[in-house]
């Protein structure tokens, strides 16, 4: 894993105060476990932007403000431009030690602030962006997004006799992000947390702009037990659907590679989103994986 070669942190040299806390996220939601890590790495004198979404609605309810550190909702799609409008203020008033953070949604990220975040990587912009990646548009009610994956059920894309769940794939936005030159840019799972952190870490000492997707199970959309978010998160990876990488000098980096997948059907069959996926769809996923992973393992560096 990342965590030698990265600015490795741990319970011994990160903060034990809280800056995200008291919130009214759902029960095991992963992007609250997120949103708290990113903010006990970063410190207090972080500047933060979330759009509409999980995050904000649970978090902004007044007087009940979840957080310690400054903080502000954006415009659905104006995450990125935000956090350039903070990044140049903070330069205008001479600021200095402090991060300007922005953590937006798989919606707000892929769909609605796309146009944004684009801008703010090609000027350059010394910004951390952190998509928590829940898969579909969950704050609204569960609809899909273009980070759903093949085969799940949202309420715009049911899965009935002729519709099987989302059609479409995956949107690779990690993989969109690093296509601009980016100066940094990583892949996590809140089911490994130690390299989440380490990254974040390391986004903090990037001199230009860091983007991080974190996948961030969400019990209630996907139909999956409380207390699983860990677990699935975890499962991902170990399947195949999901890994965990890293951009940065042009070069992208493969910072786990499994040498036998987990079954897919074990990590699908948790959650009542695929419960109705065929056989045939369990084996067209699977092949996608298989397809994705040869690639990454002929093109890319290999970290372990």
Known sequence: ?????LHGINARNMTDKEFFYGHKACAGCGGSIAVRLIHKILGERTFTVIPAGCMSAVSFIYPQLCFTNNAIISTFPGTASMLSGIAAGARALGLKDYHVLGIAGDGGTADIGIQALSGAIDRGEKIIYVCYDNEAYMN???QKSGLTPFGAKTTTTPAGENVRGTI???KNMFEIVA????????TASVGYVQDFMNKINKAKSVDGTSYIHVYAPCPTG????TDSAIDL?????????WYLAEYENGEF???KNPKVFTPVSDYLK????FKHLTKEDIEAIEAHRDAKWEKIRASWQIEC
């Open 270 to 273: 948790k959650q009542a989103r």
């Open 253 to 255: 980096v493969l910072n």
């Open 222 to 225: 996907w139909g999956a037990a």
């Open 233 to 241: 998160g975890k499962e991902v990876v170990d399947c195949g659907l």
């Open 140 to 142: 609204t009610g569960v």
């Open 168 to 170: 479409t794939k995956k």
């Open 179 to 186: 296509a601009h030159g980016i100066d940094y840019a990583a």
């Open 1 to 5: 894993m990342s965590g030698e070669r």
